[in-house]
């Protein structure tokens, strides 16, 4: 594998042609993720995922910064979308012990509903 530098081709070593195959990989892998679903597709999501909603409010307040717990009830009551990589997902995840595969499995199944 080569690589341009300086508007030169230089060989890359085998340990810089599997970083960079690596790096691609991932970035590949990020493309296939969905990112954002309505609140309702999200909703049905946890519940078909056996989180309830009534649980998400209970881990919602319970958290202990004030002004974070209202944001995250707010985003949770009123938002019209959710972001994968918003703090109110955090904050459920976090609460549920989802991993980051969980999550995105999660995203994946609201956006079928």
Same mark, same amino acid.
Do not use: C, H
């Given at each position: 594998?080569? @690589?341009? &530098?300086?508007? &030169?081709? $230089?060989?890359? =070593? ?16 990020? !493309?296939?993720? $969905?990112?954002?679903? %309505? ?7 946890? !519940?078909? %995922?056996?989180? =309830?909603?009534?649980?998400? +409010? ?10 974070? @717990? ?9 938002? =019209? +979308?959710? @972001? @994968?990589?918003? +703090? ?15 999550? +995105? ?9």
């Amino acid at each position: 594998m080569k @690589r341009l &530098v300086n508007g &030169v081709e $230089v060989d890359l =070593s085998p340990e810089e042609e599997a970083e960079v195959l690596a790096e691609r990989a991932a970035e590949l892998a990020e !493309i296939g993720k $969905v990112k954002l679903v %309505s609140m309702a597709q999200a909703r049905k999501a946890l !519940i078909q %995922s056996s989180i =309830s909603i009534a649980s998400v +409010d209970a881990a919602l307040a319970g958290i202990t910064d004030p002004m974070e @717990r209202e944001l995250a009830q707010t985003d949770w009551e009123y938002a =019209s +979308d959710v @972001r @994968r990589e918003s +703090d109110l997902v955090n904050n459920i995840a976090n609460a549920f012990e989802l991993s980051e595969n969980e999550v +995105d499995d999660l995203f994946t199944l609201a956006a079928g509903l």
